[in-house]
């Protein structure tokens, strides 16, 4: 087989047991969606039909976390040991993000050693908002301050936000509450502090940061006002500039020329959400990037694998076994 040119960072999975147990207690379905079809080998022919040569998998929402902590630990391990199988047996197609059982933190804490250091997975996965808890909330400062120990790569992915089901749409709430998730999220972690005092996470955004590249000079407000100014004293361009943003369901000539204005191509990635978007998002997101006119030959290269090549060397490692072999 030749070798494959896209590394896909927003790729989930659906372990068996994880589907089972939340069957029996009648979950079958998130945000508007049900829970899609997987197995690897879907995964695999859609990678083969369209290039990519390696996907990092991570759980999507619900997540692991119904309101039963012990039940939360269960679900995390689970998913995490099956992603590790998955990395085992084809090391180059695979990689994986950790679940975390939050909000329980000394659970997290436990987790992130288990997973990174004896599982060997590529990184974290974490949901924008727990409960009615939101990413740089005090209560979650010792997972993060593990997190910049180790220099972690940190993938957050949103959920239905806490109070989305008060405005009364009628809409399914991955069409648009997902998006403002992931952006009360950044600005959490921005005023709370997160970014300044744990330089060392690598985040990815999912969604291309959702409404953040629009918001910028909205969020950059905070610089002036007393009790956030001192949690920004780089500036919110200079946080926001750092972070990665996966192309997920973004690649139109809109949102792109947002992220070239906030940031540069060596902090975008692509992703294709498959298989909670269907396989024709994924040709779409490929076409949209490369059809793009703002970007050269060398963005494009950056986008499909170089930065995450620069994020996951276990990616370049397995590259230099198979071409031994």
């Known amino acids: ?13 659906l372990p068996p047991r994880y589907l089972a147990i939340l069957e029996r207690r009648g979950i079958r379905e998130y945000a508007g969606l049900p829970f899609p079809p997987w197995n690897p080998d879907v995964s695999l022919d859609l990678m083969d039909r369209y290039n990519i040569r390696t996907v990092m998998v991570s759980l999507s929402c619900p997540g692991v976390y119904f309101g039963d902590i012990r039940l939360a630990g269960e679900l995390a391990r689970i998913c995490n040991e099956y992603a590790a199988g998955l990395c085992e047996e084809e090391g180059h197609r695979w990689g994986a993000f950790a679940t975390l059982p939050l909000p329980d933190v000394d659970a997290a804490l436990e987790e992130i050693e288990y997973a990174l250091d004896i599982l060997r997975l590529d990184g974290v996965a974490l949901p924008a908002s ?14 993060f301050n593990e997190l910049n120990r180790r220099r972690a790569v940190v993938f957050i992915h949103p959920s239905v936000p806490p109070g989305s089901d008060i405005p009364e749409l009628d ?25 300044e005092r744990c330089p060392r996470v690598r985040f990815i955004l999912a969604h291309a940061g959702g409404a953040v590249p629009y918001l910028v000079f909205r969020l950059s407000l905070g610089e002036f006002l007393p009790g956030l100014q001192d949690k920004v004293p780089q500036g919110v361009l ?5 972070l990665y943003y ?19 191509s060596s902090q975008l990635l692509f992703g294709s959400d498959f298989p909670f978007a269907p396989e024709p998002v994924t040709a779409i997101t490929l076409a949209g990037l490369k059809e793009y006119e703002g970007f050269d030959d060398h ?21 230099g076994k198979e071409s031994i072999n």
Request: proline fraction near 4%.
């Open 1 to 13: 087989m030749a070798c494959l040119q896209t590394v896909d960072v927003h790729h989930h999975f």
């Open 246 to 264: 996966d192309i997920a369901l973004s690649a139109s000539p809109a949102t792109l020329r947002a992220l070239q204005w906030l940031t540069d």
């Open 130 to 143: 727990i409960g009615n808890c939101y990413l740089g909330d005090r209560a979650f400062k010792e997972v």
């Open 238 to 242: 200079a946080y926001l500039g750092r």
């Open 299 to 319: 963005d494009l290269g950056a986008i499909f694998m170089d930065n995450a090549w620069n994020l996951f060397p276990r990616l370049q490692k397995a590259e």
């Open 171 to 195: 809409l399914p709430p991955f069409l648009v509450e997902f998006v403002f998730d992931t952006t009360r999220a950044v600005a959490n972690l921005l005023f709370s502090g997160t970014l």
